[in-house]
């Protein structure tokens, strides 16, 4: 054994494993003890109920049927598993930097030379009239020894963007179910909506053809029957508009589903009823771990902090290999023997010594990048600490009037039915009537966008969480 060359083999070990620039560490944040939300706060020793997946939270089989179909087709979602692909691929290019690059290489060349060129050689001096010729190689292309971690410190920045892609590509599955559940539920508001106003509909036009009798039989006038027709007209109003923003909504649903415009299906009594009363939020700690676009944005942040020690390998010598082995011979046969065989290794040292400030102003380069990304990194915390908490309110505030609504609605339709009765029996006119009609029908249709709005609450509540990705 040659104990010589050990000393060799550790200088060269300890120089490969030097890596320039910053290591790097996850920078402290300030994370609150407790989500601001209205009282009672949410129990945060219990689980997230974002730990669930889609399906556990959205049991509604129509919607599901439509999330699933989203997942497979949506457009969004498509290119995001592409750019995962892509970045996968890159990786493997940059990683490929570090490892030696072999090759292959060989011709053969047949030759006959004449004895009636342009000057005529004797056959005594040209012994034969075919040449061969053939030579192989095994290239070593250029090779750059990784002495200051330039190529790993690339790695670990391509290894960075490819995590940064697939924590994207779920932070877009995230948005889709939310957007899917979003689209569905505000259909089904608006076919609620649609049943009430033709419901109302229906009710005014009795009512208006008991006025015509009343006004016949000379007991009613023609300011009453107008304003009857008036409320006919209002409620048929109504019904256009309801089924232009129900075929709009079919229509975004579909593109979200990556197909044509088209129905939506739709079976059943829709359930008002689909969350739990209390939505559980977890440790605000947690949300650094589960929301996909936090996650990204610390990749982001190691692949910028990587990227420094690419640019500050830039100061030290870089040494490449090449050469090449194999053999030279005019006979085939004996192209591999020891005489014909023929070998070159060329190390090169490259240093830079005057580049006018430019590798200074790429490490300064690197370095904003750097606290840009960093900035990035505290603002999506921040936002998501925000969004969480504007939806715990809007959740806990909607309800309230939620519950306000509907005691609303019932005093107006006893309202209505007590004014009804007394004009029917003379005793009150019409207009008290009427106007406690128009107000059932704006209070109908305002507890339905409550609801509506409660249930988008919790939609956002549990995107805010990071649910729907799993």
């Not at 509604?60 to 497979?72: C, G, H, S």
């Not at 779920?170 to 089904?188: H, N, P, Q």
């Not at 942040?301 to 030279?328: C, D, H, K, M, T």
Request: one cysteine or more; a neutral charge.
């Amino acid at each position: 054994m040659n104990y010589r060359a050990i000393p060799v083999l550790i200088a060269a070990g300890w120089m490969t494993a030097c890596m320039v620039g910053p290591n790097y560490h996850r920078p402290a944040v300030q994370v609150p003890q407790n989500f601001r939300a209205p009282d009672p706060l949410p129990d945060p020793q219990a689980a997230s109920f974002a730990d669930l997946k889609w399906w556990e939270v959205f049991k509604d089989p129509d919607l599901q049927e439509l999330v699933k179909t989203a997942l497979q087709q949506n457009y969004d979602l498509r290119d995001a598993v592409v750019r995962v692909e892509a970045a996968r691929a890159n990786l493997g290019i940059t990683r490929s930097d570090q490892f030696p690059q072999v090759g292959a290489s060989g011709d053969v060349q047949f030759t006959r030379l004449s004895r009636n060129g342009s000057s005529s050689l004797p056959s005594s001096f040209v012994r034969s009239q075919n040449r061969n010729f053939g030579e192989a190689f095994l290239n070593l292309l250029s090779f750059e020894v990784d002495l200051w971690g330039r190529l790993r410190r690339a790695t670990e920045a391509a290894r960075a963007n490819l995590l940064s892609t697939e924590e994207n590509r779920k932070a877009v599955v995230t948005t889709l179910v939310s957007d899917v559940a979003t689209a569905y539920f505000t259909i089904r508001e608006l076919d609620s909506e649609l049943e009430i106003s033709k419901r109302t509909l229906d009710t005014r036009q009795t009512s208006l053809q008991l006025v015509q009798a009343r006004q016949g039989g000379g007991v009613a006038n023609l300011l009453d029957l107008r304003q009857s027709e008036q409320l006919v007209y209002t409620a048929a109003e109504t019904i256009p508009a309801l089924q232009q923003q129900i075929e709009q909504t079919e229509n975004q649903i579909s593109l979200l589903l990556g197909r044509n415009p088209g129905e939506v299906m739709r079976h059943g009594q829709f359930n008002d009823d689909l969350f739990p009363p209390e939505v559980p939020t977890g440790l605000p700690s947690a949300l650094l771990e589960r929301r996909p676009d936090i996650r990204a944005a610390e990749q982001n942040l190691i692949a910028a902090n990587a990227e420094i020690g690419v640019a500050r390998a830039a100061y030290f010598p870089r040494l490449s290999l090449s050469g090449y082995l194999g053999g030279q011979s005019a006979q085939l046969s004996s192209l591999f023997s020891g005489p014909s065989s023929a070998w070159s290794f060329v190390p090169q040292v490259t240093q830079p010594i005057f580049t006018a400030g430019r590798i200074r102003s790429t490490v300064k380069l690197a370095k904003a990048q750097r606290e840009s990304a960093l900035v990035q990194y505290q603002r999506t915390i921040q936002t998501a600490f925000t969004e969480v908490s504007n939806a715990l309110i809007a959740h806990q505030r909607v309800r309230e009037s939620r519950e306000q609504q509907q005691a609303l609605v019932v005093a107006i339709g006893d309202r209505k039915r007590l004014a009804y009765t007394r004009y029917t029996g003379g005793v009150d006119t019409q207009l008290n009537a009427l106007d406690a009609d128009r107000d059932l029908l704006r209070a109908e249709l305002d507890l339905r966008q409550i609801k509506l709005n409660e249930l988008l609450s919790e939609v956002q509540l549990y995107k805010a969480l990071g649910g729907g990705w799993q």
